[in-house]
């Protein structure tokens, strides 16, 4: 039997489980939002495309890896998703180095990997700048992966194909942590305070469900969500020739994310304002320079670093996913297990339990907005202490913030429409070549990068296969 929970429980029970095939009523919407039917849809889950655990000591500090990906997946099963996410986790004399990358358009799959493979050699081969300048290190290894990926275009053309990147350098010391895109770091503390355990505000979706623990943790963000509606970066954007848009659809509405274009055209419609990759959105103001914070390590407060795509941060607040983590990684296995469903703590690891749970919360949106589920990578390293734990924690005496942009609502020349929507996604951008026999059939959504099956078009919906062919970025 599948799993058919429209209406789960408020709390989330302590016998957690995720379980295959899968059963969701999706809305059949018109162009306008009404509803019109429900759809029953039954599809299998994919299982993880790649894992690893991994235990390390660095002088007092233990840390325990896992990592996850686990392919996104059309429920509809009309599109066969290539999984664009990919990890690399390297540990080498006393340190760690961790990659986390999220691709989009065409060659995302491919500039993944190719991200992966390039930081592994270049972290190994400049390992000493590492140790002198970990600042201008870890700027470097993203900024020189843009440069030999661009230059590598005759195997990979990423002129309209990129990543996202957060890269961390861990030391006994603290985590050097840099990043483009809107890939996002976190780490799970022992605050201060006793105030009590923080709660994420109620949620619309069915498939959310209330997170308690125990003891109250605090999430630290560790790097910045880069958009190009953040003030500075838009600054950077026109100046370069550039312009930041949403899409607006037939009746004036703004459709999904700011994106990049070019001054008079149809393209990149990137939702980032900095990345990998990307050739064209280069020339018009995305850049590939990484911001970087460092944050000392905390003995004994410091809990657990959550690296992930935003096929996770899309569906959980970072309260969220500090609370769940809490509550379910001292059950979880140390090391992966059988691809096997259902998927519960005693047969999964920390970092496949956390992607497990961002899905679940994905069903929700499919069947709300009739969408594909994202690709979705989890990275956790648990600290601990091989010193006994102090009767009363240390104080944090130091101040621990990222860098803040000031977001701003643009307005301007805002004429970019796209034809009636019929599957939508406010956040994702994908793109169909116009080669793709596919194209034939289905048809590109501006809004979430899913498709629509041309059969199932309303009538007032005919003209939207003029995008066919168009690359929407991410």
Not at 28 to 55: C, I, M, Y
Not at 211 to 221: A, F, N, S
Not at 377 to 402: M, N, Y
Not at 425 to 447: E, H, L, M
Request: proline share 6%; charged share 30%.
């Amino acid at each position: 039997m599948g799993n058919c929970c429209t209406h789960p429980e408020t709390n989330m029970p302590e016998t957690i489980e995720y379980s295959d095939p899968m059963t969701i009523q999706i809305k059949e919407k018109d162009a306008r939002g009404k509803v019109l039917r429900r759809d029953e849809v039954k599809f299998h889950l994919t299982g993880p495309t790649s894992q690893e655990t991994n235990n390390f000591t660095f002088t007092n500090v233990n840390f325990f890896l896992s990592a996850c990906v686990l392919p996104g997946l059309d429920p509809r099963q009309l599109v066969n998703k290539d999984c664009q996410d990919g990890v690399v986790c390297v540990e080498h004399e006393k340190t760690l180095l961790l990659g986390l990358f999220d691709g989009h358009g065409k060659e995302g799959q491919h500039i993944a990997k190719f991200c992966g493979s390039f930081m592994k050699k270049y972290f190994i081969e400049n390992f000493s700048i590492f140790l002198s300048d970990e600042k201008r290190a870890i700027e470097s290894i993203i900024k020189e992966c843009d440069n030999e990926l661009r230059k590598n275009d005759k195997n990979i053309d990423s002129t309209l194909s990129g990543t996202t990147a957060v890269v961390a350098f861990i030391t006994d010391a603290g985590m050097h942590v840099a990043s483009v895109g809107d890939s996002r770091a976190i780490l799970g503390t022992v605050p201060n305070d006793n105030s009590p355990i923080e709660q994420a505000p109620p949620s619309s979706n069915p498939y959310v469900r209330k997170i308690e623990t125990t003891r109250q943790l605090k999430p630290i963000v560790l790097t910045v969500d880069q958009k190009p509606n953040h003030d500075l970066e838009l600054a950077r954007i026109e100046k370069c020739g550039g312009k930041v848009q949403q899409l607006t659809d037939d009746y004036g509405n703004k459709v999904g994310p700011f994106r990049v274009w070019q001054k008079n055209g149809v393209l990149p419609g990137l939702a980032m304002s900095r990345s990998i990759g990307d050739g064209l959105a280069k020339e018009i103001g995305v850049i590939s320079d990484p911001i970087y914070h460092y944050f000392p390590y905390v003995p004994f407060r410091d809990q657990f670093l959550v690296m992930a795509s935003d096929g996770v941060w899309d569906v959980m607040e970072n309260i969220e996913v500090v609370n769940f983590v809490e509550r379910y990684r001292k059950k979880c296995l140390k090391r992966f297990g059988p691809k096997t469903f259902p998927v519960r703590p005693q047969n999964a690891t920390m970092a496949q339990l956390l992607g497990e749970e961002a899905r679940y919360r994905w069903f929700g949106i499919c069947e709300d907005e009739d969408v594909m589920i994202d690709d979705i990578s989890v990275i956790v390293i648990e600290f601990g202490s091989l010193q006994p734990e102090p009767s009363q924690l240390p104080a944090i005496t130091i101040d621990r913030k990222t860098v803040e942009f000031n977001t701003i609502d643009v307005l301007r020349d805002q004429k970019q429409v796209v034809p009636g929507v019929v599957r939508g996604d406010a956040i994702r951008g994908s793109f169909i070549p116009a080669k793709d026999p596919n194209a034939k059939k289905a048809r590109f959504d501006p809004k979430r990068g899913s498709y629509a099956n041309k059969e199932d078009e309303k009538e007032e919906d005919v003209d939207a296969e003029c995008i066919e062919g168009i690359p929407f970025a991410k």
